[in-house]
């Protein structure tokens, strides 16, 4: 069982639609990441928060944006999304910060996304 | 040049039998390697990091090789469950950029 927690499982949104990507941890983790995975490839990052700040944007088209409400905590908001950004997103952690930390990062199971 | 580079496979193994397969690295400073698995249409789940001295986990055995740049996992005794992509994942600093290789698909086969 994954100690990432996110939500939804699978969500089917229309280009105009608004929704919202969650996940938890609980592990005291204080480094989250968002990761946007397609078929058969490796995952790619997309943003990387430590301490709750926002320390990586991979240049992350702006129709995508994280929130770190507080530690255990990110969302990924999504609005106006384009049929391509169909993948699986990942959230995952990582104990310690980035800048100190070469702890592994654990992943949550993905919400499976399709834009219609 | 690719930052992490794995040989796709498959890997067709018979149940019981061993199986080993490498990935190379290109930055000389990378400072912390892990291998992951992942299942088809699932996450990513770690697999075991991998040390300097190497490391064994059951039936897994890891190797960092720092002078050639590469790390290798070695799988004994293979079972069915092992069937899977393994992704070699190196960290190049502490900044949480993790660099993926593209994945070893293993098939085990009865």
């Known amino acids: 069982d994954t100690e990432v927690t996110q939500t939804p499982k699978h969500l089917v949104m229309g280009m105009t639609n608004k929704k919202s990507l969650k996940c938890e941890q609980h592990?005291?983790?204080?480094?989250m990441y968002w990761y946007k995975q397609k078929a058969k490839k490796p995952p790619e990052l997309m943003f990387v928060?430590?301490?709750?700040?926002?320390?990586i944007n991979e240049s992350v088209p702006s129709r995508f944006s994280p929130e770190c409400p507080n530690s255990s905590l990110l969302n990924l908001h999504l609005h106006a999304l384009q049929p391509e950004d169909s993948a699986l997103y990942l959230c995952?952690?990582?104990?310690?910060?980035?800048?100190?930390?070469?702890?592994?990062?654990?992943f949550g199971d993905g919400t499976r996304l399709s834009i219609l | 040049r690719k930052e992490v580079e794995q040989d796709p496979g498959p890997f067709n193994v018979p149940e019981g039998a061993t199986v080993a397969f490498n990935c190379t690295y290109s930055?000389?400073?990378?400072?912390?390697f892990f291998w992951y698995r992942q299942d088809c249409r699932k996450e990513p789940k770690l697999l075991m990091s991998?040390?300097?001295s190497g490391n064994e986990d059951g039936r897994f055995t890891a190797q960092l090789n720092r002078a050639s740049q590469y790390i290798s996992l070695l799988i004994r005794d293979s079972k069915l469950s092992d069937s899977a992509t393994y992704l070699c994942v190196v960290n190049p600093d502490s900044w949480g950029k993790l660099q993926f290789g593209a994945g070893t698909q293993v098939v085990v086969t009865p």
């Open positions: 995952a952690s990582s104990q310690g910060g980035t800048g100190r930390s070469n702890q592994p990062q654990h």
């Open positions: 930055n000389s400073a990378s400072q912390s």
């Open positions: 928060y430590s301490y709750e700040k926002l320390s």
């Open positions: 991998v040390y300097s």
């Open positions: 592990m005291g983790h204080r480094a």
